[in-house]
Every structure is written in structure tokens, then in C-alpha cells.
């Protein structure tokens, strides 16, 4: 049932895009401004914001899944997984980046990806177009991966539940405890963003990646985005220009991206087939 339930969501994800109509927000904004106001610890208070909601979702799926031979169950759980990809329309963020690099719009660039992924973005200050791209290309690979790879791997591992505490956790961190969660999201992302970048190396440049990869994996501390970041350039094939027109460059680094996000998806669609046919 947890297979059938997330084809499902993502036929329906791919459907509706970037107007979702699942992704409404504003019970959970009030619920986690409600928490911040109760004289608790910090670590209680993020707990009640994103556990809470999650813990009776859990109960509620419980309840559900012995009826109708589980078909209410099911549902439930793809609105769940629904609600917890991400937010907005990504491609047409990589499509709105490309189109900024070619038209040298970098400062654009900048600005806008500090409105649409400022948790990618915090305490950036680029001095140069490369480290503007550099920043930005983290960002877009950062936000690629918690909108359906982190989620896809909380789903599967701890069921629906999990993959809302996930989405609750990415939907409050900026505003409720913002350092305790980002600690919190440092350690719910480890995994999972080791398994993508992976996944980038078996369905990139191998030879070229392998070693970048064995570093992130000595390396516990890195950033999330950086780690990506590093793993996936070097799973690209090495592009031209660079040097001559550097905004058509990140482009092209952009476009690589975008395909190499593609093949990862599929690759772990695939794996998830095959576990469910023979396990």
C-alpha cells in the first residue's frame, strides 16, 4: 500500500506542479505561532511544533488502514505525501536561473534566490558572479533534494508520518528555533543526502566523482548543499566556455544539473519497484 500510495502522490504532484492545491500552509503557521508562545524549552517547543502533528497523523492512519480494506488508509496517505513535497514550481525556478545567467543577470539571480530559498542562502555574501552562481547552484540542489528525495526517504522508511515531520520541520525552521532546527535538519538530512549524492555518481561520470564522494563521506560536517554541490560537479562531464562566457556556462552547468536530478530520480523509482516486486 505505502508503493501504490506514492505513485500516486507523484502523478499527482506532477499534475498539479507548482499549484499544488494541498500546499496550504496556514494551520500549521498558526499551530507552530501558538507554540512559540508557551513558556517551554526550546528543544520541548520544536518537538510540539513538528512531532505533534505527525504523532496524530500516525494515529489516524492507524485507525484508517483496517477500513475498507485499506483504501481509506491509502488516501490518506497520499494526501500526506502530497502535502509533504515541496513547495512552488522547481523547474521553473531552474528555468527563471538559466534564463538569468545567459542575460548576465546575476545580481538577479542572487536576489531571488534569497526570496525563494533563503534557508539555502543564509550568510552569503558573493563577491563575484562564480561564487554568485556557486551559491545559487547549492541552493536549487539543496532545495531539489528536500522537496522529493529527503521526503521520498523519511516515506519509505517511517511511513507517512514521517515524511510530514519532515515538511513540518523545513516549514518552521526559519521561524521557531531556527538554530536548534537547523541542527535538527543537519542530522535528518545526513543520509539521505549521502544516498543522492550516490546516486550521482552511479548515474554521472564515475570515475570522476568517486573520489570527491569518498571525501564527503569523511568529511560528517559538510553542508548539505556544499556536499551535493561538490559530488554533482564532479559527476558532470566537463563543459566549455567557461572562460570565454561565463554566464552561458552556468547555464549549461545548470541544464547538466537538471538531468542528473532526472536520472537520480528515476534510478531510485526503479530500485523502489524492484524492492517492492521481490521483497
Not at 556557486?134 to 540542489?141: D, E, G, N
Not at 546516486?199 to 560536517?221: H, I, K, M, P
Not at 566549455?240 to 549549461?252: K, L, S
Request: hydrophobic share 55%.
Amino acid at each position: 500500500m505505502t508503493f501504490l500510495a506514492m505513485i500516486i502522490a507523484l502523478v499527482l504532484q506532477q499534475a498539479w506542479g507548482g499549484a499544488n492545491p494541498v500546499h496550504a500552509d496556514d494551520w500549521y503557521r498558526g499551530w507552530y505561532s501558538e507554540v512559540r508562545r508557551w513558556g517551554v524549552p526550546p528543544a520541548i517547543k520544536l518537538a510540539l511544533a513538528v512531532l505533534a502533528p505527525a504523532l496524530l497523523a500516525y494515529v489516524i492512519l492507524d485507525a484508517l488502514e483496517p477500513v475498507l480494506f485499506g483504501v481509506l488508509w491509502i488516501a490518506a496517505a497520499v494526501w500526506l505525501l502530497v502535502y509533504s513535497l515541496g513547495r512552488g514550481d522547481f523547474r521553473e525556478q531552474m528555468d527563471n536561473y538559466r534564463r538569468q545567467c545567459l542575460g548576465g543577470n546575476f545580481e538577479g539571480a542572487f536576489l531571488a534566490a534569497g526570496a525563494q530559498m533563503g534557508h539555502a542562502a543564509e550568510g552569503e555574501d558573493p563577491a563575484s558572479e562564480e561564487e554568485v552562481h556557486c551559491m545559487v547552484q547549492r541552493a536549487l540542489l539543496y532545495e531539489g533534494f528536500q522537496r522529493w528525495f529527503a521526503v521520498l526517504f523519511w516515506f519509505m522508511l517511517l511511513g507517512p508520518a514521517g515524511a510530514l515531520a519532515y515538511r513540518l520541520l523545513q516549514l518552521c525552521h526559519d521561524e521557531l528555533e531556527p538554530e536548534l532546527a537547523a541542527r535538527c535538519l543537519y542530522y535528518v538530512d545526513w543520509i539521505p543526502a549521502r544516498l543522492l549524492a550516490a546516486t550521482f555518481v552511479v548515474t554521472g561520470d564515475f570515475v570522476g566523482s568517486r573520489d570527491e564522494f569518498l571525501a564527503a563521506l569523511q568529511s560528517a560536517s559538510r553542508n548539505t548543499g556544499e556536499l551535493l554541490y561538490r559530488v554533482g560537479s564532479a559527476a558532470l562531464s566537463a563543459l566549455p566556455g567557461r572562460e570565454e562566457n561565463f554566464g552561458g556556462w552556468a547555464a549549461a552547468q545548470n541544464l547538466a544539473f537538471t538531468g542528473l536530478l532526472k536520472r537520480s530520480a528515476g534510478a531510485w523509482l526503479i530500485v523502489i519497484s524492484l524492492y517492492v516486486v521481490f521483497l
